[in-house]
Every structure is written in structure tokens, then in C-alpha cells.
């Protein structure tokens, strides 16, 4: 069965940093992967997705993730990240099964953003 | 930009009492899903339907829970006889053919 590590449970950044969150995955194949973030009490909001072709994907709200095959990782970034980036997020993956695209859910990192 | 939304957006509920909650779907898509998310924990798969049959279930699914799409737009999730660790937030997604999912708002349920 697949699986998700977000190895980070908490990390605090200061605004204005650069942000890295890491995200592994176990699976036979290349899954689809996403990036979802929540905010406190609210739905997934889909960041970003990479399901085949360029390994570098740009998503909304200046984040992009990378998809490297050789360590099954797909961690995420942002170049400078501001007060309202703190929130969950979550990555994903999802298997091709003929349309049914059940997604397991990494457990989660929780972003802090300090001044 | 249309959305999936769930009704209601919380949900308070006696221990053993029936619970129904209800999604709407964006009108194109075809697979649906039902997952949960324990306070403080992640977020997890219930059920997938589609062709107005289950998919696949995973094991939280069991002879309390049923899934139905009663009207062809309508998607909803009901819990036969609460229990104190139902309490979760419940999210609907939904799916056209790119494997995407649109997540709705959810809906926190409290079993009391």
C-alpha cells in the first residue's frame, strides 16, 4: 500500500523566508501527487499537482514543488513566504485506478510564520 | 468558479442518533469521495462511488456508514448510529475525468 511521510510536524519560519517543506512517498510506480493546504477550520485547497512531464510544477499563491523520481520525494517551496502562508499542509498521493483517485494524506505539517 | 459544498457546516449530535450529511458536487464531476479528519490528525480516505456504486472502502467504512446519490446531484454520507469517535471533520470531493479532486468546506460533526 502507499504511503506519505511529511517528516516535519511544526516548522516556524520569519517572514520573508524562504520555506522547504518535505514530503516522501512510498509506492511502485509514479503516483499523482499534491500539495493541499488548510487553514484553521477550513476545506483542502489544492496548491498544486504534478501528474506526468516537466518535474517542476508552479502552483497558486507562489508555491511550486519539485517531483524527484530517484529520492520519491515531491517537497515544497516558496521563495518568500508572507504572515498569511501559516496554515497546514498537507501532501498527497492519489493512484491511477481507472478514474478512482483515492488520495492517502501525508500526517501534515503545521507552518508558523513569526515576524 | 463553481465549488463542492457541504451542508451543514457543523453538526452537533447525540451518541446513537443518525447523522446525514450532504454534499453537492460541481455538475461534470463523476467520482466522489468521502474522507474524515480526526482533530489534530490527518486527513483520511473513507469511501469512493461511482456509477452510483461504492468503489472502494477502507476499513473506518463500516455497516454504520452508507453513501448514497439519491438525485443524481446530492452526494451524502450517513452515519447510522453515532459513535463518540465519529467526531471528525467530514470532507466530500469530487472528481471529473482529470484525477483532481475539489474538496468542499466539510463538515465538523460532534457526537456528544
Same mark, same amino acid.
Given at each position: 500500500?502507499?504511503? &506519505? ?16 517543506? #518535505? ?15 488548510? @487553514? ?28 524527484? !523520481?530517484?529520492? @520519491?520525494?515531491?517537497?515544497? !517551496?516558496?521563495?518568500? &513566504? ?15 485506478? *481507472? ?5 492517502? *494524506?501525508?500526517?501534515?505539517? #503545521? ?5 | ?25 460541481? +455538475? $461534470? ?18 469511501? +469512493?462511488?461511482?456509477? $452510483?456504486?461504492?468503489?472502494?472502502? +477502507? ?13 443524481? +446531484? $446530492? ?38
Amino acid at each position: 500500500a502507499q504511503s &506519505v511521510t511529511q517528516p516535519d510536524i511544526h516548522i516556524t519560519v520569519s517572514e520573508g523566508a524562504s520555506l522547504e517543506l #518535505r514530503c516522501n512517498y512510498s509506492y511502485g510506480a509514479t503516483p499523482y501527487l499534491f500539495w493541499y493546504v488548510q @487553514s484553521p477550520g477550513q476545506g483542502l485547497q489544492l496548491l498544486l499537482k504534478y501528474f506526468s512531464g516537466d518535474t517542476l510544477v508552479q502552483g497558486i499563491k507562489g508555491f511550486e514543488a519539485e517531483f524527484k !523520481r530517484s529520492q @520519491s520525494s515531491f517537497n515544497l !517551496r516558496k521563495p518568500s &513566504v508572507h504572515w498569511s502562508d501559516a496554515a497546514e499542509y498537507f501532501c498527497a498521493v492519489g493512484l491511477s485506478n *481507472f478514474g478512482n483517485e483515492k488520495l492517502t *494524506f501525508g500526517t501534515g505539517t #503545521r507552518l508558523t510564520i513569526i515576524p | 468558479e463553481p465549488e463542492v459544498t457541504q451542508t451543514p457546516s457543523h453538526q452537533v449530535t447525540q451518541m446513537g442518533q443518525e447523522v446525514i450529511l450532504r454534499c453537492v458536487p460541481i +455538475s $461534470n464531476h463523476l467520482y466522489f469521495y468521502w474522507y474524515r479528519q480526526i482533530l489534530g490528525q490527518k486527513v483520511e480516505f473513507l469511501v +469512493s462511488f461511482y456509477n $452510483n456504486e461504492i468503489s472502494e472502502k +477502507s476499513e473506518i467504512f463500516d455497516d454504520q456508514f452508507s453513501v448514497e446519490r439519491p438525485d443524481g +446531484s $446530492n452526494f451524502t454520507l450517513k452515519i447510522r448510529s453515532t459513535k463518540l469517535e465519529d467526531s471528525a471533520m467530514y470532507f466530500c470531493a469530487g472528481q471529473a475525468e482529470d484525477p483532481e479532486a475539489f474538496f468542499g468546506q466539510g463538515t465538523r460533526l460532534t457526537v456528544v
